[in-house]
């Protein structure tokens, strides 16, 4: 299986999920790597980014390639002006051999993908999807705990609207026997067209108010930020600190398990540095730099 383009998780079956792992556990050991020599990479990023973007470029740099980067394209690209991003798209596929968009409209990476000549990669669309944050999520599932399948997940947080998680249900419902817990704000749960999605594939979900209670029970837990940005005021004063982990729970998590997070975290995970250091439980630093490794794999497979 070969992807011109990659802007949803649901484009991914196991054997390319499979081959993205491989290549990434190569790619940590290897260095001075000139497979993409001589090619260009655009990173037009329309909403605020620091993981998404400069582990795209270094991925980029580290395999001998080149980057241009607009960092704040919704305020200093012609989307100013006007520009619609089809239009947008249209030019900078003629200038460079693949591009990452992260934008504010759900949707746009499959709009830019639509009219693009060169790879179009999905960085994070508004409340859509983030499907190469999905795809490092479950290598670090993967790295952490040597499977991705017969795993109860607990996704915590505003679910409503973290694309992260979303497109992180999509993967998940790709192995069997795997089991999701959604612990949300009662204004902030997952949506329905997820559910619909697990459902007709036969993956097991529940929803539960409880964290504490979910907490010892489960392999992985997927802890999110409220997407104050996405939300009302109103919204979010009644969601946030509803889900936390500090040192009042922490305990009860079994030694096994794993704590994730897409980042940046606010204060849904209040730790202390010496144990987000030392503790192994805490896979969140871990997981971004995974991110770098998946995300050259990606672009070798959309650029050779
Ligand atoms: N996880 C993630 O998308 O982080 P950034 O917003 O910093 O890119």
């Known amino acids: 299986m070969k992807l011109k383009h990659f802007y949803e998780s649901q484009q991914l079956e196991p054997d390319i999920i499979n081959e993205f792992f491989n290549r990434a556990d190569l790619l940590r050991t290897q260095n001075s790597l000139q497979i993409l020599k001589g090619k260009v990479l655009a990173t037009l990023f329309y909403e605020p980014s620091t993981r998404t973007r400069l582990s795209f470029e270094v991925a980029m740099l580290k395999l001998g390639g080149n980057i241009i980067s607009t960092e704040n394209a919704r305020e200093f690209s012609s989307a100013v002006k006007g520009e619609s991003i089809e239009d947008t798209i249209r030019v900078v596929s003629k200038y460079v051999d693949c591009i990452v968009i992260r934008h504010f409209e759900d949707g746009a990476a499959r709009k830019a993908a639509e009219v693009s000549s060169v790879p179009v990669i999905n960085a994070g669309d508004g409340k859509g999807q983030h499907p190469t944050q999905a795809l490092l999520d479950l290598y ?24 992260t998680a979303r497109s992180l249900c999509y993967l998940l419902g790709k192995f069997k026997n795997n089991e999701i817990i959604f612990i949300s704000p009662e204004n902030l749960k997952m949506r329905y067209d997820i559910k619909e999605y697990l459902l007709r594939h036969n993956v097991k979900f529940s929803e539960e108010k ?35 982990i500090d040192l009042s729970n922490f305990h009860i998590i079994k030694h096994s398990s794993r704590i994730l997070h897409p980042l940046p975290k606010i204060d849904e995970i209040k730790l202390p540095t010496k144990i987000e250091h030392s503790d192994q439980r805490v896979a969140y630093f871990r997981q971004a730099e995974n991110g770098l490794y998946i995300r050259m794999a990606l672009l070798i497979h959309l650029l050779t």
């Open 210 to 244: 409880d964290l504490d209670k979910v907490l010892p029970n489960v392999d992985i837990i997927y802890m999110t930020r409220i997407q104050k940005e996405r939300i009302t005021l109103d919204d979010y004063e009644k969601a946030k600190g509803k889900y936390v």
């Open 140 to 163: 670090t599932i993967y790295k952490e705990l040597g499977k991705i399948d017969c795993l109860k997940i607990a996704m915590v947080g505003d679910l409503a609207n973290g694309r």
